[in-house]
C-alpha cells in the first residue's frame, strides 16, 4: 500500500488476518503485508497469521524453498519517527531466520510493552539506525537483542544512540549482543545503552563478536573494521547457563573503546561465572560479577 497524501490514515484490524496456507503463493515476494511511502499512519489492533509452520519445515529439511515473507515478522525499513506499542510476536523456538522486529535505515523508532518469542533475535538493529529506544520488552525463547550483523558492506552507516532498558531475556541464546562480520567495513557503533535487564538461563547474557562469519566465508583476513566505542551495560542480573557469561570478542584491527560495566551481576549455577576480554578497553564501576576482565 501507497500512500503519498499528507493526512492522516488509521488501518483497524479487528479479528485475524490470515495468509495462504500455501507459502508458494507469495515465493519468494520477501513480504505479506507492505506499507511503504506513508506519513501519519497508524495501525491498531487485531490477529496477523503469517502461517510460517510450513515454509519453516521447508527450510528445515530441504534447500529448494522459496524466500516466503518470514525473515521477519515486522521490518521497518528507512522510517523516522515510528512507536511499536504492545505487540506479541509468537514463533516457535526452532522457527528459522525469523526476527521479531528488524530495524535499519531509520531514526526515532520506540518498541516497547512488547513480548517477543522467535527463532531469531527479538529485536535486531541493522546499519543505519539511530535514536532507537526499546523498553519494556520480554524476549525468549530466541536470539536475544542484537545489534548487527553489520559489517557485510564496505560502505556502511552506522548505528548510534541506542538504549535498550528494562528487558527480561528468558531461556535466549543471547542477552545483548553486538555483532560485525570479521570483514573491512567503515560502519560503526557508538552511543549505547543497555540498563535494567534481567536474564533468566541465557546462553550468552552479554557478547560483542566481531568476528562473525558463518563457514569462514567471505571474511579475508577475519579483520572487521567496526569501531565500536561508547557501550556502557548497567544494573544487569540474572543467570548464565555457560560459564563465560560477559564475552567480549573485539576486532583486532581496532577493538573497542570505552566498554563500561556498572553494577552488573552474572551467575553460573552455583560457580562463579566468567568474563573474557579481547582487544577491549574500558571501566567498570559497582559491584561487577563476573570479576571484570577490561
Request: net charge neutral.
Amino acid at each position: 500500500m501507497v500512500n503519498t497524501a499528507r493526512t492522516a490514515i488509521t488501518i483497524r484490524i479487528d479479528g485475524t488476518l490470515v495468509a495462504p496456507s500455501d507459502y508458494c503463493a507469495i515465493g519468494n515476494g520477501g513480504s505479506w503485508l507492505i506499507f511503504e511511502k506513508f506519513s501519519g499512519v497508524s495501525i491498531f489492533g487485531g490477529t496477523l497469521d503469517g502461517q510460517g509452520t510450513g515454509l519453516w519445515a521447508c527450510k528445515a529439511y530441504a534447500k529448494a524453498c522459496p524466500t516466503g515473507a518470514m525473515m521477519f515478522h515486522i521490518a521497518i525499513d528507512g522510517c523516522h519517527n515510528v512507536k511499536v506499542q504492545g505487540v506479541k510476536v509468537s514463533a516457535s523456538g526452532n522457527s528459522p531466520n525469523t526476527d521479531g522486529i528488524h530495524i535499519q535505515l531509520s531514526f526515532g523508532v520506540t518498541v516497547s510493552n512488547s513480548r517477543i518469542a522467535t527463532g531469531d533475535d527479538c529485536v535486531s538493529i541493522g546499519p543505519g539506525s539511530t535514536n532507537l529506544w526499546i523498553e519494556n520488552v520480554a524476549c525468549g525463547p530466541g536470539h536475544g537483542i542484537s545489534i548487527g550483523s553489520l559489517g557485510w558492506e564496505l560502505q556502511e552507516p552506522g548505528v548510534q544512540n541506542v538504549t535498550v532498558k528494562t528487558v527480561t531475556f528468558t531461556g535466549t541464546q543471547n542477552g545483548v549482543r553486538i555483532k560485525t562480520w570479521g570483514r573491512p567495513s567503515n560502519g560503526f557503533v557508538r552511543g549505547i545503552v543497555f540498563q535494567n535487564l534481567f536474564m533468566v538461563n541465557v546462553q550468552n547474557p552479554i557478547i560483542i563478536d566481531q568476528n562473525y562469519c558463518p563457514h569462514n566465508n567471505n571474511c579475508p583476513g577475519q579483520n572487521s573494521s567496526v569501531i565500536i566505542s561508547d557501550v556502557t551495560y548497567q544494573d544487569i542480573h540474572g543467570t548464565s547457563v555457560t560459564a563465560v557469561a560477559v564475552k567480549f570478542d573485539c576486532s583486532k584491527k581496532y577493538g573497542c573503546k570505552g566498554i563500561r560495566l556498572e553494577d552488573v551481576n552474572l551467575t553460573f549455577g552455583d560457580q562463579p561465572a566468567e568474563a573474557s576480554c579481547v582487544n577491549v578497553g574500558g571501566s567498570t564501576s559497582g559491584s561487577v560479577e563476573p570479576t571484570s576482565c577490561l
